[in-house]
């Protein structure tokens, strides 16, 4: 399974849903890598330390000697890898203006890959650029995460257009294996109201699992543990590992 977390919105758990499910699949015992394509490298941090990464998806995309597999580290956590992001990144689009190959590079590289990864979870940043596209244009699968506030449903036209557009020239097999609500606050009615709005835009799209507002979710992070090792007892641990289930349930 390749699958990409995506949503153009920023700060929706993108890249908490990432990190956790990727260390979610590596801990059930498959080889997994994470591939951060994000140039704020958050999904990197939440695993290692990027000064000590020689090198970042960056090279990966501009540099026709740099392949996925030089770039890939292991991280703290059994099975699990990492390919690294850099701020780098944000200067992506303008270097590969006028390449016509540009959005399937990282296609190109995953294949040479050759099966050695089960699963590999991507990182999307909060845009529709080239990035967001090279993740779409690569995955079998795609996870939206849509966090549970009043403007929770902007600009999810646009996605679905630009995962329509993929879906009918580069890649017609990719699956949008669900939608999954973050950030909840169960106590709330309006809360409770966003999540009906949800479910009654995109049914039975939208996972069982609904992910609670946790502030454990958001140290995690900064001690460089998945909310497993971190806080096994808590709800975001519970949680994302029942995501992880229907994940595999459903691919
Ligand atoms: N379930 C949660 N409970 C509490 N805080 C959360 C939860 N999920 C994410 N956060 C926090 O909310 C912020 C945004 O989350 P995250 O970085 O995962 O979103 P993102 O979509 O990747 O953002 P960006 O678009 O900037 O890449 C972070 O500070 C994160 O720690
Ligand atoms: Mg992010």
Do not use: W
């Not at 699956?175 to 109201?193: E, F, P, Q, S, Y």
């Not at 609670?212 to 992070?221: D, N, Q």
Request: hydrophobic letters at 45%; aromatic letters at 6%.
């Amino acid at each position: 399974m390749i699958l990409s977390i995506a949503n153009q919105k920023g700060g929706v758990g993108k890249t908490t849903t990432a990190i956790n499910l990727a260390a979610a699949l590596a801990m059930r015992g498959k080889p997994t890598l994470l591939i951060d394509l994000d140039p704020q490298g958050n999904s990197s941090m939440s695993f290692i330390d990027i000064r000590t990464a020689m090198r970042s998806m960056y090279d990966v995309f501009v540099d026709d000697t740099v392949h996925l597999a030089h770039v890939i580290v292991p991280a703290t956590l059994p099975n699990l890898s990492i390919a690294p992001a850099r701020i780098a990144l944000a200067k992506l689009e303008s270097r590969l203006v006028g390449e016509l190959d540009a959005p399937f590079r990282l296609k190109d590289e995953l294949a040479a890959l050759d099966g050695q990864f089960a699963n590999v979870v991507i990182d999307c940043p909060p845009a529709l650029g080239l990035l967001t596209i090279n993740a779409l244009v690569a995955s079998t699968h795609l996870l939206i995460p849509i966090q549970s506030s009043y403007f929770a449903l902007e600009g999810t036209d646009d996605l679905l257009e630009t995962i329509e557009k993929v879906r009918q020239r580069p890649n017609p097999e990719l699956k949008i294996l669900g939608v999954v609500i973050t950030m909840h606050d169960k106590r709330t009615a309006l809360a409770r109201d966003i999540q009906e709005q949800i479910r009654k835009v995109f049914g039975d799209k939208v996972f069982r699992t609904v992910i609670s507002k946790s502030v454990r979710l958001e140290e995690s992070p900064a001690y460089r543990e998945s909310i497993f090792t971190f806080a096994p007892e808590s709800s975001g641990a519970t949680e994302y590992y029942r995501l992880c289930e229907e994940v595999i349930d459903r691919a």
